[in-house]
């Protein structure tokens, strides 16, 4: 390993889904079936909240947008994020280049797989056993900040100007972050010096998500049901594809993706700070089905 770097887990080697894909199959191999989650729980017509950044930031001495993201992290763990403040255009490009990487050759893309004993590159992660279920997905997934800690055979070794992009959206998405994290501190009454000392040099991963076509799609997951091991989950969606569903209660609810946001999750990290504030809590879980993402943690 190289020097300063950290490991966050391994995964066994598993098929390129993309691969897998292109041999046009008849049915879905069986090792990718797994029970469809909404049809034991039900499917809800409820809406998560959306938050509007720019109303967040008011100057207002008593701000009704500060009690709606309180709502939203409180009864829902989730968001939409809107007027963030990052650049359309630099989310718009990031949108392109990452496409055009799951376009590449799988040559190409196997200069940045994952190696043995680690889960950051280009494979798929948490895969522990032979006989274990499997997402119907590819991802890439790497640590981006701090800068110290990215590992030269991935983001540093991407071509241009796929690099440049990631590095940018990453350094913006840290800012936006540490200002969402502000605003939850005041929902919360914390003090600003707790949260800022827990997160402000935390450390950062991206994660992208390519979910190719399936012959079968109902009887496959691109992300199995989880909830998320960190502070804060910042997902943009690449296309208009509806598949992300939380559970709020005993349903799922559809996300439909609103143009140029963000959906939030607060992760279970956040829900434990939270807690000690005496809040009783409920934080989504997320699956995603369809699409393509980019799940940065």
């Known amino acids: 390993m190289e020097s300063g770097m950290i490991n966050l887990g391994s995964s066994l080697k598993v098929p390129y889904v993309q691969e897998l894909a292109k041999e046009k199959f008849a049915s879905v191999p069986p090792r990718y079936i797994r029970p469809d989650p909404t049809k034991l ?18 100057d207002e001495s008593v701000n009704p947008e500060l009690e709606k993201l ?19 255009s630099l989310v718009d490009k990031l949108k392109l280049e990452m496409q055009k990487f799951f376009n590449l050759t799988i040559e190409e893309k196997k200069r940045f797989a994952q190696e043995p004993g680690d889960v950051e590159g280009y494979g798929q992660v948490f895969v522990v056993s032979e006989e274990q279920k499997l997402d119907w997905a590819d991802m890439f997934f790497m ?20 690099r440049e992009t990631l590095d940018q959206y990453s350094r913006e998405l840290k800012i936006l972050a540490i200002k969402v994290l502000e605003q939850m501190t005041k929902a919360l009454g914390m003090k600003l010096e707790d949260m800022t000392m827990l997160f402000q040099e935390g450390l950062q991963s991206m994660r992208m998500n390519n ?10 997951m691109g992300l199995c ?4 091991a960190d502070g804060l989950t ?3 969606q690449v296309n208009d594809v ?45 699956v995603v089905i369809g699409g393509l993402t980019r799940l940065p943690y």
Request: proline share 10%; aromatic share 10%.
């Open 242 to 286: 509806e598949g992300l569903q939380i559970k709020k209660a005993a349903a799922w609810v559809p996300v439909v993706p609103l143009r140029n946001a963000f959906i939030v999750n607060v992760g279970d990290i956040l829900e434990g700070i939270a807690s000690e504030f005496y809040l009783q809590c409920f934080w989504g879980i997320t």
């Open 234 to 236: 910042i997902v943009l």
């Open 225 to 228: 049901p989880h909830s998320d």
């Open 41 to 58: 729980h039900g499917v809800s017509t409820e809406e998560i909240p959306v938050i509007d950044m720019q109303r967040l930031l008011s």
């Open 143 to 162: 640590v981006t900040l701090p800068t110290h800690l990215r590992k030269s055979h991935l983001l540093p070794n991407l071509p241009l100007p796929f």
């Open 70 to 88: 309180h709502f939203a992290c409180k009864e829902w763990g989730f968001f939409q994020l809107i007027n963030h403040g990052v650049s359309s």
């Open 211 to 220: 979910y190719p076509p399936c012959p079968q799609p109902e009887l496959v």
